[in-house]
């Protein structure tokens, strides 16, 4: 084998990697976003009404009583079940955002805020 062969299959792995963690890191810093503003139709054991319509987004665990539905603008009714979003009281009629974050080679992602107290009034 030639020096310049050897170089070049000692270092070819190296280049891989980087590419590939350039490409990766590329993906995390530019996703593609979609908002939407929602309302909370339900929660607990009254999200079962709505369960026929809606796509399920998240589920954390089988407890009905983490239930959430949100009725949404562009992405219509969506389900999420996460005991998180009870830190803080939520009930039905509150406003909500929702963003999706769409990767190339990631998994796609879903970011639920839920607006529980007054509104802030801007200078």
């Known amino acids: 084998m ?3 062969t050897k ?6 792995p190296f280049v891989l990697f980087f590419a590939g963690l350039a490409y990766l890191v590329n993906d995390l810093r530019h996703p593609a976003i979609t ?3 929602c309302v909370i139709t339900a929660t607990g054991a009254d999200v079962q ?5 809606g796509r399920e987004i998240y589920r954390h ?10 009725r949404c603008n562009r992405f219509g009714t969506l389900l ?4 998180q979003i009870f830190i803080t009281p939520v009930k039905s009629g509150q406003d ?10 990631l998994p796609q992602r879903w970011v639920v805020s839920v ?3 007054p509104e802030k009034k801007l200078n």
Do not use: P, W
């Open 115 to 117: 607006h529980t107290g």
């Open 96 to 105: 909500a955002e929702v963003q999706l974050k769409q990767y190339h080679i």
């Open 7 to 12: 170089l070049t299959l000692m270092f070819a």
């Open 35 to 37: 908002g939407d503003q």
């Open 80 to 83: 999420l079940n996460d005991s």
């Open 61 to 70: 665990s089988e407890n009905k009583q983490n239930d959430v539905s949100l």
């Open 49 to 53: 009404a709505y369960r026929a319509e």
């Open 2 to 4: 030639t020096r310049q």
